[in-house]
Structures are given as C-alpha cells and as structure tokens.
C-alpha cells in the first residue's frame, strides 16, 4: 500500500458563542470536498447516559474527560494514513434530531476543531497551524442561549447555569492558556459577517499558498 504524505493540519479553538461554526462554513467554501476534511471534537462526546450527573442534575460536557479522546485520536491518525473515518454524529441528547452517520475523506488539508485540541497533547503536536477565536463574554452567551434554545432544546436557567459552572471556567483552564500559542487570534465581537468572510479570504489564500510548496 502506497504511504501517503501526511495533511497540513489546521486546529481551530474557541470558546463557546465565539462563532466558531460560521468560521468553519465560511472557511470551508473556499475549498473543493477533496481539497480538505474536517474533523470535531463534538462528534466524540462520550454519552451522557454513562457519565455522572451533578446534585442538580446536570451533566458536565466541557471537562477534557467527556470526550473519547482515545477514538478522536484514532480517528485522526487513519485520516493521517489515508482512510475514510465513519462516525455518527452526536446530537446533544436531543430527540428531535436523528443523529447522521458522518463519512470524513481524507485530504490534504486536515481541520481539527473542538475546546480541547490545544489542551491534548498528542493533537495538539499533530497542528500545523492553529486559529484562536474569541468574543467577549455577554455577547458569547447570548449566542450560546440562542443556539442551545433551538438547536438543542435548552431552557434559559439550565443554559446560564452550565455558562457560570461548566463553560467558563473549562474555557479558561483548558483552553485560554494556549490562546498565545496561536498563529492568528479573531476577535468576533459583532453579528455581521462581512468581517468573518474577509478573514476566511485571507487565510484559505494563504493556507492555499502553503500547502501547494509545501
């Protein structure tokens, strides 16, 4: 079997309500399917049904142990090899969505998003560049309150709760402290998205430079 050459890999982190799937959209368009794959961390969460509820009920998804950080792993070294990965997408225990089986190509250009890719060190070895996005905190949380209310079927208090106990203190312990690490750090404080689709322009051109005299 033919070794293929290894992908240039892009890690991208940021903390919750950073925009950080709009990013993705728009930065993904750029390229064609062959071109490039993504791989995130969310679609390894370990089901909640097997971890251990709070006093209040509450399971807490934004800790480094949440995650099947062996399978992640796995799944990333035979893109590395040159196959094609399967996994089932994860819904966030929402029964209004049917989880999808997610077929992942390998490609030249490898994204490996998700809060603690900078924090495991095996992945965090593995990234060619790395991509910080950040908001300030009220506007994070009225982003992160809007999509838990109808992508995941949150309630306000459940959402404000976990932003206090869970998201915050995860984002500052497991993932700010890499945030100077980075090659380039956006700051997305505003709604409109002219300013994320400059900045994907400018990275996917010279992210494409790169890699073809790579």
């Not at 869970?166 to 312990?173: C, D, E, F, G, S």
């Amino acid at each position: 079997m033919k070794k293929t050459n290894p992908p240039f890999v892009i890690g991208i982190a940021g903390s919750s309500g950073s925009g950080k799937t709009f990013f993705l959209k728009r930065f993904l368009d750029h390229f064609a399917p062959h071109e490039v794959a993504l791989i995130s961390q969310d679609d390894y969460y370990i089901p909640a049904n097997t971890k251990t509820q709070e006093e209040n009920k509450r399971y807490n998804f934004d800790l480094p142990t949440a995650i099947d950080q062996s399978a992640f792993q796995r799944d990333i070294n035979l893109l590395f090899d040159g196959q094609t990965i399967y996994r089932e997408e994860y819904t966030f225990n929402n029964p209004a969505r049917k989880p999808k089986i997610l077929e992942t190509k390998p490609a030249p250009i490898l994204i490996v998003e998700g809060l603690f890719i900078f924090y495991y060190t095996a992945v965090n070895a593995l990234l060619n560049h790395r991509i910080f996005l950040h908001a300030e905190e009220e506007i994070a949380l009225q982003r992160r309150l809007k999509r838990d209310f109808i992508e995941r079927g949150y309630n306000e208090d459940d959402v404000r709760y976990k932003w206090v106990n869970h998201v915050m203190p995860a984002y500052r312990q497991y993932l700010l402290p890499f945030r100077d690490q980075c090659d380039r750090i956006i700051i997305n404080n505003t709604d409109d998205p002219a300013p994320i689709i400059t900045i994907t322009n400018e990275i996917s051109a010279e992210l494409r430079a790169l890699v073809s005299t790579s």
